[in-house]
């Protein structure tokens, strides 16, 4: 067990509706990461979190956005999804003296 | 800029032989490196981890990898595979800052067989 959390663990939608994938990391961690990961595109990084502050943005697409709380749990919001957002996505969280980062389980998305 | 390349999709092996898993790094810092392995329907679990100091570093399972700075390579063995070895391997980069993002590697399927 990572101590990272990601709920749920399995989402089912159609297209053009909105989800909310949620995060909480291990305790104490200040910085929480979000990957994709697909059979085409591999792991992809798509947002970092820092403390409730946004610190760096990847792949990520304009019809997805992402926020950290004050208690340091994070959501990731999908919306107008399509097809291709199908994908396994991954929360992650480091420590400030930390040099890795733990991985939650995933949450698994298919959009039909 | 960073990136990651893991030579080979696909590495199969007989139980007991040697694992033998490529990972070529590019990096314009020094660079932290690691190695993840994911169980199917899993999350990625951490190996190992090269930071600074030894460049041989030990992981769990008996997995070790060796950080050779001229060759930018960090190649993850392990001398007897077993079958409970079977999963993707991902090697990957975080550069510049110990809160940076990590770059990944494309995965190797690791097939084991009896």
């Known amino acids: 067990d990572s101590g990272v959390t990601q709920t749920p663990k399995h989402l089912i939608t159609a297209t053009g509706q909105r989800v909310t994938l949620r995060c909480s990391p291990r305790s104490g961690d200040l910085s929480v990461y979000w990957y994709q990961q697909s059979l085409d595109q591999g792991l992809q990084f798509l947002i970092q979190y820092y403390n409730g502050e946004e610190r760096a943005k990847g792949n990520i697409l304009e019809r997805f956005s992402a926020q950290q709380f004050p208690d340091l749990h994070s959501e990731l919001n999908l919306s107008s999804l399509e097809l291709g957002d199908s994908a396994l996505y991954f929360c992650a969280s480091s420590s400030q003296g930390g040099t890795e980062a733990f991985f939650g389980q995933g949450t698994r998305l298919t959009v039909v | 800029a960073q990136s990651v390349t893991q030579l080979g999709s696909h590495v199969s092996v007989s139980e007991g032989a040697l694992v033998l898993l490529r990972c070529n790094y590019s990096?314009?810092?020094?660079?932290?490196l690691f190695w993840y392995v994911q169980y199917p329907n899993q999350g990625l679990q951490l190996l190992l981890k090269y930071t600074t100091g030894a460049t041989l570093v030990k992981g769990i399972n008996g997995f070790e990898a060796e950080f050779k700075k001229s060759e930018t390579s960090f190649h993850l063995t392990k001398p007897s595979a077993h079958m409970s070895d079977a999963a993707e391997y991902f090697c990957a980069l975080r550069g510049g800052s110990t809160l940076g993002r990590l770059y990944f590697g494309r995965g190797t399927q690791l097939t084991v067989w009896p």
């Open positions: 990096s314009s810092v020094p660079p932290y």
